[in-house]
């Protein structure tokens, strides 16, 4: 198996295409990286920007170059020494405009005898046999039973059934007497047109999270799995791709049967999966190389934490509260039973049909279900692999709700049998449970320190140790070498130098408080909790243009869901924190009070930025590093961390540094970029410096604020917390014990021997790249 020392991942669309990634190789093989990393290929839903809505999986998607630009792409990588890392997706396939995708197409045509039935999770019980489509709007809805639904109409031309933009199939024979009428007609086919809201209650296919125009597969068919594979299979055999990035595994009914099907059928080949752990939560024992790398961006951005803010950030956010959106755990309980409650109610009730068709009889079963996935610590078992989790929730459950505590005792015994239908669906939807709750409302409203709001993340675990830190990373050398790491991806809610902006905060908690309180007193917000999320957001994206933030404040506030919400649009609040945003462009007083904490923060988050990338680049696992974020990106949540890379500025700017350009700290993060490739490089042309972990620690009165490790003749050490350093005076005797031998610094030349005062290790940059001569 060939195996990466680094990917560099691509974002691919019809205006970034396979062509278009051709034409980066020879930049991404000067840079070091190893892997060309591409988003989704195959053919998705028309205008997709992303990927992640396949129609048909048996071919590569012609808007992005389609199979002869995959060829080109891997022809050129190859050429070029990289390999090629494709991200794929099993658990799930784009419905929104039916046509497109044969499959589905097929279902809404012929129901139950559709060839392709099977291919989908479907419970056409729970339907009377009907296939549920929830697109109906409000002023469409019939006002009694049988009136005409409006909007629909048959077009006997093309054969179809229309509703407004919307095209379905009619049944055979469903509409041969031109004089029915549309209802008439609908009334015969094999799906029924539902109002939108019966996605959350009453959805009869199993979907991704709470998106009703992505239905779920099911890959557990031999048949399915091999059908939906044949065009990515290719791949591998001719030779076009070299390993698989597998697209949220917990939403397969049996993610390890699957991989080890993968692992036969590829011969091997290197696979991660986007599996999301908790903090301490081991992957299962599956056919793959490890995870895209969530859990290590999380250990890089704890240790950078000064642990002594905790308890005043804590005052400072339930003083803006004054309710239990500052308790983590409690916030989170409530956002999990909102969506248990709401948007993903339907996923429950199946889950309880599956109980009661198999002659059990639980009275409330369906709100004991809700408070057991309220309680899950993490996204889901694997049983019996996590039976403890299950046993913890059920108990925890229990605490919450006594009144339900029998009706809790018969679920969970039904869940902990793996093999009743009732348990593995139930291990389908608690990572979607997790993902809705979690990471797309309780982090919008939870605003202590929003660095650590980061898929994956717990915010409540504030910071770790050294002894922490370097734990985790000799566990990952011993158990995962060859997982990938991360810092930003497609879906960071914050990019890494954002992050490492905000991360000064922790080191700045007063004064926070006190910039908080002047521009709330400028530019007042009523969610004044929310209002430390977006302000902690313009910090760490500035210099951002007015629109950008405009649109992250509307994105973010309607995601939190606490006032506004993308149904229930409150335009009042929203007018509010659109005018705060201004504010940060127009208002004299805001403007200053703004510029004065970044001048505070802009230096430390550039340190901060530093280490935390040559931490990831050189400690154990695959760093991948995402499109631009060799330079300064401060970008935030989608759609905003997917705009178009400017390709040209990073081309020009690694030329520079490789004719021996020394770029200073500033705006231009031409620093960045020189450890970047210093380090890929690195891992590249000298693999077995890279197979130990040896933790450095220094001496002296500074001690704290150093993060070194050995990798086996390759170095990194760092500044921790710089803000704390300054204060305390600098270095003064600090010193580092370097082992034998000559050490040169792969960022200045300079080359160090023996026993090294840490000032002089950290004299020009607050990061160091150590090659062992």
Same mark, same amino acid.
């Given at each position: 198996?060939?195996?990466?020392?680094?990917?560099?991942r691509?974002?691919?669309?019809?205006?970034?295409?396979?062509?278009?990634?051709?034409?980066?190789v020879?930049?991404?093989?000067?840079?070091?990286?190893?892997?060309?990393?591409?988003?989704?290929?195959?053919?998705?839903?028309?205008?997709?920007?992303h990927?992640?809505?396949?129609?048909?999986?048996?071919?590569?998607?012609?808007?992005?170059?389609?199979?002869e630009?995959?060829?080109r792409?891997?022809?050129?990588?190859?050429?070029?020494?990289l390999?090629?890392?494709?991200?794929?997706?099993?658990?799930?396939?784009?419905?929104e405009?039916?046509?497109?995708?044969?499959?589905?197409?097929?279902v809404?045509?012929?129901?139950q005898?559709?060839?392709?039935?099977?291919?989908?999770?479907?419970?056409?019980?729970?339907?009377?046999?009907?296939?549920l489509?929830?697109?109906?709007?409000?002023d469409?809805?019939?006002?009694?039973?049988?009136?005409?639904?409006?909007?629909m109409?048959?077009?006997?031309?093309?054969?179809?059934?229309?509703?407004?933009?919307?095209e379905?199939?009619?049944?055979?024979?469903?509409?041969?007497?031109?004089?029915?009428d549309?209802?008439?007609?609908?009334?015969?086919q094999?799906?029924?047109?539902?109002?939108?809201?019966l996605?959350?209650?009453?959805?009869?296919?199993?979907?991704?999270?709470?998106?009703?125009?992505?239905?779920?597969?099911?890959?557990e068919?031999?048949?399915?799995?091999?059908?939906?594979?044949?065009e990515i299979?290719?791949?591998v055999?001719?030779?076009?791709?070299?390993?698989?990035r597998?697209?949220?595994?917990?939403?397969?009914r049996?993610?390890?049967?699957?991989?080890?099907?993968?692992?036969?059928?590829?011969?091997?080949?290197?696979v991660?999966?986007?599996?999301?752990?908790?903090?301490?939560?081991?992957?299962?024992?599956?056919?793959t190389?490890?995870?895209?790398?969530?859990?290590?961006?999380?250990?890089?951005?704890?240790?950078?934490?000064?642990?002594?803010?905790?308890?005043?950030?804590?005052?400072?956010?339930?003083?803006?509260s004054?309710?239990?959106?500052?308790?983590?755990?409690?916030?989170?309980?409530?956002?999990?039973?909102?969506?248990?409650?709401?948007p993903?109610?339907?996923?429950?009730?199946?889950?309880?049909?599956?109980?009661?068709?198999?002659?059990?009889?639980?009275?409330?079963?369906?709100d004991?279900?809700?408070?057991?996935a309220a309680?899950?610590?993490?996204?889901r078992?694997?049983?019996?692999?996590?039976?403890?989790?299950?046993?913890?929730?059920?108990?925890?459950?229990?605490?919450?709700r006594?009144? +339900?505590a029998?009706?809790? !005792?018969?679920? #969970?015994?039904? *869940?902990?049998?793996?093999? @009743?239908?009732?348990? =593995? &669906?139930?291990?389908?939807?608690?990572?979607?449970?997790?993902?809705?709750?979690?990471?797309?409302?309780?982090?919008?409203?939870?605003?202590?320190?929003?660095?650590?709001?980061?898929?994956?993340?717990?915010?409540?675990?504030?910071?770790?140790?050294?002894?922490?830190?370097?734990?985790?990373?000799?566990?990952?050398?011993?158990?995962?070498?060859?997982?990938q790491?991360?810092?930003?991806?497609?879906?960071?809610?914050?990019?890494?130098?954002?992050?490492?902006?905000?991360?000064? +905060?922790?080191?700045?908690? !007063?004064?926070? #408080?006190?910039? *908080?309180?002047?521009?709330l @007193?400028?530019s007042? =917000? &009523?969610n004044?909790s929310?209002?430390?999320?977006?302000?902690?957001?313009?910090?760490?994206?500035?210099?951002?243009?007015?629109?950008?933030?405009?649109?992250?404040?509307?994105?973010?506030?309607?995601?939190?869901?606490?006032?506004?919400?993308?149904?229930?649009?409150?335009?009042?609040?929203?007018?509010?924190?659109?005018a705060?945003?201004?504010?940060?462009?127009?208002?004299?007083?805001?403007?200053?009070?703004?510029n004065?904490f970044?001048?505070r923060?802009?230096?430390?988050?550039?340190?901060?930025?530093?280490?935390?990338?040559?931490?990831?680049l050189?400690?154990?696992?695959?760093?991948?590093?995402?499109?631009?974020?060799?330079l300064?990106?401060?970008?935030?949540?989608?759609?905003?961390?997917?705009?178009?890379?400017?390709?040209?500025?990073?081309?020009?700017?690694?030329?520079?540094?490789i004719?021996?350009?020394?770029?200073?700290?500033?705006?231009?993060?031409?620093?960045?970029?020189?450890?970047?490739?210093?380090?890929l490089r690195?891992?590249?042309?000298?693999?077995?410096?890279?197979?130990q972990?040896?933790?450095?620690?220094?001496t002296?009165?500074?001690a704290?604020?150093?993060?070194?490790?050995?990798?086996?003749?390759v170095?990194?050490?760092?500044?921790?917390?710089?803000?704390?350093?300054?204060r305390?005076?600098?270095?003064?005797?600090?010193?580092?014990?370097l082992?034998?031998?000559?050490?040169?610094?792969?960022?200045?030349?300079?080359?160090?021997?023996g026993?090294?005062?840490?000032?002089a290790?950290?004299?020009?940059?607050?990061?160091v790249?150590?090659?062992?001569?």
């Open positions: 198996m060939r195996t990466p020392t680094s990917t560099y691509l974002q691919l669309n019809s205006e970034f295409t396979l062509d278009d990634a051709a034409a980066r020879p930049y991404l093989a000067k840079l070091g990286a190893d892997w060309v990393y591409l988003s989704p290929i195959l053919q998705a839903r028309s205008g997709s920007t990927g992640y809505d396949v129609v048909d999986p048996t071919k590569v998607d012609e808007s992005r170059g389609g199979r630009g995959l060829e792409l891997s022809r050129a990588a190859h050429d070029a020494g390999g090629v890392l494709v991200d794929i997706v099993p658990n799930h396939m784009g419905i405009i039916p046509r497109e995708n044969p499959w589905w197409w097929d809404l045509e012929h129901g005898e559709s060839t392709y039935e099977k291919y989908f999770d479907i419970d056409w019980q729970a339907g009377d046999g009907k296939l489509i929830p697109v109906i709007g409000d469409d809805m019939p006002a009694h039973p049988g009136d005409p639904i409006g909007g109409w048959i077009d006997r031309g093309v054969g179809v059934l229309r509703y407004h933009d919307n379905y199939p009619l049944a055979p024979g469903s509409a041969d007497n031109e004089a029915d549309a209802r008439s007609i609908h009334d015969r094999h799906y029924r047109l539902v109002h939108w809201r996605g959350d209650w009453a959805l009869n296919y199993r979907r991704f999270f709470t998106i009703t125009t992505l239905a779920g597969i099911r890959v068919d031999e048949q399915v799995w091999d059908d939906a594979h044949a299979l290719s791949w055999r001719d030779g076009l791709v070299d390993g698989l597998i697209d949220h595994p917990d939403g397969l049996d993610p390890e049967g699957y991989l080890a099907r993968l692992r036969e059928k590829t011969d091997g080949a290197y991660t999966v986007e599996k999301i752990l908790h903090f301490g939560e081991d992957l299962p024992d599956w056919s190389e490890g995870t895209t790398g969530y859990d290590a961006l999380g250990e890089y951005e704890r240790i950078m934490i000064d642990p002594a803010a905790e308890q005043v950030l804590d005052d400072t956010t339930s003083a803006l004054h309710t239990d959106v500052d308790d983590w755990p409690t916030l989170v309980h409530s956002m999990k039973r909102f969506v248990t409650d709401g993903l109610h339907a996923e429950i009730q199946w889950v309880a049909r599956e109980i009661a068709r198999s002659g059990t009889e639980i009275d409330q079963a369906a004991a279900l809700s408070e057991i309680n899950f610590g993490v996204y078992t694997y049983l019996p692999t996590g039976q403890e989790q299950l046993d913890r929730a059920a108990r925890n459950a229990v605490d919450w006594g009144d +339900l029998d009706a809790i !005792e018969q679920v #969970h015994a039904v *869940l902990a049998n793996r093999e @009743h239908p009732a348990s =593995i &669906r139930f291990q389908q939807i608690t990572g979607m449970v997790m993902a809705k709750a979690v990471e797309d409302r309780s982090f919008y409203r939870y605003s202590r320190l929003t660095s650590l709001n980061e898929v994956g993340g717990d915010p409540s675990l504030f910071a770790i140790s050294h002894d922490k830190f370097h734990e985790l990373q000799q566990r990952r050398l011993e158990w995962w070498p060859a997982a790491t991360a810092l930003t991806t497609h879906d960071t809610k914050r990019s890494e130098d954002v992050r490492a902006r905000i991360d000064v +905060l922790s080191e700045l908690p !007063e004064e926070w #408080h006190d910039t *908080l309180e002047e521009l @007193h400028i007042p =917000i &009523r004044r929310f209002a430390n999320l977006l302000w902690q957001a313009i910090v760490g994206a500035w210099p951002a243009r007015r629109e950008r933030l405009h649109d992250y404040a509307l994105k973010a506030a309607r995601e939190a869901g606490d006032i506004t919400t993308w149904t229930e649009i409150d335009e009042e609040y929203e007018a509010e924190l659109l705060a945003v201004d504010t940060a462009f127009d208002h004299p007083a805001a403007v200053a009070v703004l004065n970044l001048d923060v802009k230096q430390p988050g550039w340190s901060n930025s530093l280490v935390i990338k040559g931490m990831q050189l400690a154990p696992g695959v760093p991948d590093v995402y499109q631009g974020t060799e300064w990106s401060h970008t935030l949540v989608d759609p905003d961390n997917r705009r178009p890379v400017r390709w040209l500025t990073r081309e020009t700017a690694l030329d520079a540094v004719g021996g350009a020394r770029p200073d700290i500033d705006d231009t993060g031409a620093v960045k970029l020189m450890l970047t490739t210093a380090a690195l891992r590249k042309h000298f693999p077995k410096r890279f197979m972990y040896l933790p450095w620690t220094a002296g009165p500074a704290e604020h150093v993060i070194a490790f050995d990798r086996g003749g170095a990194f050490v760092g500044v921790r917390r710089p803000v704390g350093l300054e305390g005076g600098g270095w003064h005797d600090t010193k580092l014990e082992p034998e031998g000559t050490w040169v610094d792969q960022l200045t030349g300079r080359k160090f021997t026993r090294v005062a840490v000032a290790l950290l004299e020009e940059l607050p990061v790249i150590l090659l062992r001569n």
